[in-house]
């Protein structure tokens, strides 16, 4: 039976090399894809990260659930200069992606300090281990995330960190997590992050986007498998007719006012396209800032599997640059001294 045709979509950038990724519907069982998956995601460890930035330091810490909303203890895992003697550093608190079903609190990490975010002695960087689907499906990862935020938040003193200058960055299957959090601590009025970053974020499990339909094969993290992986998150309530609430599935959330200045960017070529400006238009339609940065011909996760792209380079340009504005740090003290402006060959809205 020969494949269904491809819609009309944009171009990836000429300069990638991995855009097509999974050429169409697998016939392995999600499944097995899942346990594969796992088997590379989940190896990621602290030595890995201490390995290739040797300058850091790693602590391990268990907190407790909020009382009222779990029982799960958290591990949150902290990174910071071994000669850092600063007690009000600027924290950014990283949510791993995967789908919300694959990788552990280290996952990527090494190479996103080495993109994104640099430590030096004025920051620390916190990751959690959050539960995920299938074996907990949500809303257990959004409550894991939320937890912590609170406890870097209450316990900042103790962290030596300034808890005015936290900033939650969450990425693919992360980010649908970081933006449940913000919305969690907004409805308990508790302390929201003084920003959200929202990287080619996974937010909506809804498949009527355009996006959805011009990426379902052909690409990286293509269509079939987001919907199999929301399928793992949300469970039955996703097919039969039940409300999915905001917290386990934030692109359904009906009122998006009252958050934190947030950052989002996507790739113009990817399924999570259209959800992602939708959400934007939504917090700008709640009179919440926003800044929105669709990156012409990139592919889902281009940014940091070929990161030496040109369209890649800007986008982790702007996403220090916004880190710097919203932590208040110097300009260019995320950057490794590369210097100048970063031109942008494409659209970018």
């Excluded at 939650?168 to 299957?173: A, F, L, Q, R």
Aim: with cysteine.
């Amino acid at each position: 039976m020969s494949q269904p045709s491809i819609p009309p979509r944009p171009p990836y950038d000429p300069a990638y090399k991995g855009a097509c990724g999974i050429p169409k519907s697998s016939s392995e069982p999600f499944t097995s894809i899942v346990e594969t998956s796992r088997k590379t995601a989940d190896a990621d460890s602290a030595e890995d990260v201490l390995a290739k930035h040797p300058h850091l330091t790693h602590t391990d810490i268990t907190i407790p659930a909020i009382a009222d909303l779990d029982n799960n203890a958290i591990t949150l895992a902290i990174f910071q200069t071994k000669t850092s003697a600063n007690k009000r550093r600027s924290a950014v608190f990283y949510v791993h992606g995967g789908g919300q079903i694959v990788g552990n609190r280290f996952h990527m990490l090494a190479q996103w300090f080495d993109l994104v975010l640099p430590l030096n002695d004025g920051l620390v960087c916190a990751s959690v281990e959050y539960r995920r689907a299938p074996e907990d499906p949500a809303p257990a990862g959004a409550h894991d995330t939320y937890a912590a935020l609170m406890y870097l938040s209450k316990h900042s003193e103790d962290l030596g960190i300034d808890a005015s200058k936290i900033l939650i960055y969450g990425i693919s299957g992360g980010a649908p997590l970081a933006a449940s959090a913000c919305l969690l601590a907004r409805n308990r009025r508790c302390a929201n992050p003084c920003a959200q970053l929202l990287s080619v974020p996974m937010l909506d499990d809804r498949e009527h986007w355009p996006s959805f339909v011009q990426f379902e094969s052909h690409t990286l993290w293509p269509g079939f498998l987001d919907r199999q992986a929301w399928d793992m998150v949300l469970g039955e309530d996703r097919h039969n007719g039940s409300d999915v609430d905001a917290i386990r599935c934030p692109g359904r959330a009906s009122d998006l006012s009252n958050l934190p200045p947030t950052y989002i960017d996507v790739g113009e070529c990817e399924v999570f396209r259209d959800s992602a400006v939708d959400f934007a238009g939504r917090i700008w339609r709640g009179a919440g800032s926003v800044e929105l940065h669709v990156w012409a011909g990139m592919y889902h996760g281009g940014l940091v599997f070929e990161p030496s792209v040109l369209v890649s380079k800007a986008a982790l340009e702007m996403q220090r640059r916004f880190i710097e504005r919203a932590l208040g740090l110097r300009s260019g003290c995320l950057s490794k001294g590369e210097g100048g402006d970063v031109s942008v060959e494409g659209s970018e809205t």
